[in-house]
């Protein structure tokens, strides 16, 4: 028989134990719910941060490119001048290895008077947020280098020290292109200042563009800015022999 040993008198008692077998049920629901539940929640939160480190790796992949896109050296300076980052693209731009300065300061590596510029450039980009712009050499083991540099603060969180950053492009090649650019202007000019006779020169406006000391003299002037950039024709071609007005419309020199 599959009668109670007590026998069927007992429904109080039953009773009870079906309770507790209810109970027992619902909580063991409850937690399987819950389970399921937070099973569900570390899935979200695990694609969440998949898309987001994602997210993040594309972003950083985007900055790379962009400044390896950039021909200019990019330098993170703390509040101290010192040197935090470094970034050189292409690798030809890096003369020196990293270690020169990465990690100093970089008043360690510059000129007197190059030190002076940075130093007022960072100082105006802290006190103002300007871009400042300078123009600085650095003395290098194959040859002093010239450098065009754009500095201006960068955003940091609140309570956090000033940075800076610097781009920084070599301009050397420029540089002495206009050097010798002037040596040759200032050749020609002593080859003209040496003729007797007066020479002067027009661009396509008419505009004098190079006049000897001959010449000068012949028109009376004494300094060679007093007509350089200036209309040749209004100077000294305005008026006939007889003074009557010469058009420049009807100058042959035009």
């Known amino acids: 028989s599959v009668a109670p040993a007590a026998g069927w008198g007992e429904p109080r008692r039953l009773a009870l134990k079906d ?25 979200q939160l695990e694609a969440e941060v998949t898309a987001r480190t994602a997210e993040i790796q594309a972003t950083q992949n985007q900055l790379q490119a962009t400044l390896a896109a950039i ?3 990019t330098f993170e300076l703390g509040e101290d001048g010192r040197v935090l980052a470094f970034h050189s693209s292409p690798a030809k731009s890096l003369r020196v290895p990293r270690e020169t300065f ?15 510029a940075v130093a007022d450039g960072l100082r105006l980009a802290a006190e103002h ?7 600085y050499q650095v003395p290098l083991p194959g040859g002093a280098r ?8 960068k955003d940091v969180a609140a309570g956090e020290a000033p940075r800076f950053i610097i781009l920084a492009r070599d301009i050397t090649r420029s540089m002495r292109d206009e050097a010798a650019l002037r040596e040759s202007r200032e050749s020609l000019q ?11 020169g027009v661009d396509a406006a008419g505009n004098v563009s190079f006049v000897n000391r001959a010449c000068l003299d ?14 040749a024709h209004t100077l000294f071609h ?17």
Not at 102 to 116: C, H, N, P, V, Y
Not at 238 to 254: F, I, K, L, T, V
């Open 146 to 153: 010239w450098y065009a540099a754009s500095i201006a603060r």
């Open 129 to 135: 947020g300007d871009v400042a712009r300078i123009h």
């Open 238 to 254: 305005h008026s006939h022999a007889d003074g009557s007005a010469y058009p420049a419309r009807e100058c042959r020199m035009y």
């Open 71 to 73: 021909p200019d050296l």
């Open 190 to 200: 002593r080859l003209l200042d040496s003729m007797s006779e007066g020479a002067y």
């Open 102 to 116: 990465l990690g100093r300061k970089m008043a360690d590596f510059l000129s007197e008077d190059t030190r002076s």
């Open 218 to 231: 012949i028109l009376g002037y004494r300094d060679p800015e007093e007509i350089l950039g200036k209309h």
């Open 19 to 43: 309770l507790q077998a209810q109970i027992v049920s619902l909580l063991m629901a409850a937690l399987a719910k819950l389970i399921a539940e937070s099973r569900a929640h570390e899935d």
